[in-house]
């Protein structure tokens, strides 16, 4: 499979099988970091959880990607995506933005405008 095919198997199952961990989001401190294995059992998490959890994937099966915080038009609060790089370039992709979307019924691209997002950190 090539690694666009990679990069949206990996991105249907997390934004399919993990939940946004809302009283989570509500207690979170600000040297909070974290934890793959711990998200993973858990199956929720907060947009830094989702953004490292699909980080820790792709580049498993050596797609390259970054772990990125910053805002977003998207979003009113600082917020953590991710960039992968498909077919020569970087892509912006927002992994739990994408699971609220399809809870919702809502439609989305998994492919984000990369002028609707300002990053502070990339990882």
Known sequence: TSDKEKVKAIHNYV????SYDYQKA?????????????TYASGKGICYDYSSLFAGMLRSVGIPA??????????????AWNEVFIDG???VIDPSYDSQMTRFGS?????KPASQYSKVYEY
């Open 66 to 79: 970054k772990l990125v915080k910053g805002y977003t038009s998207n979003i009113s609060t600082y917020h």
């Open 107 to 111: 439609t989305y691209n998994m492919e």
């Open 89 to 91: 370039s970087w892509v």
């Open 26 to 38: 509500k207690t979170i401190t600000s040297d909070y970091l974290p934890d793959i294995d711990a």
């Open 15 to 18: 934004i399919s099988n993990f």
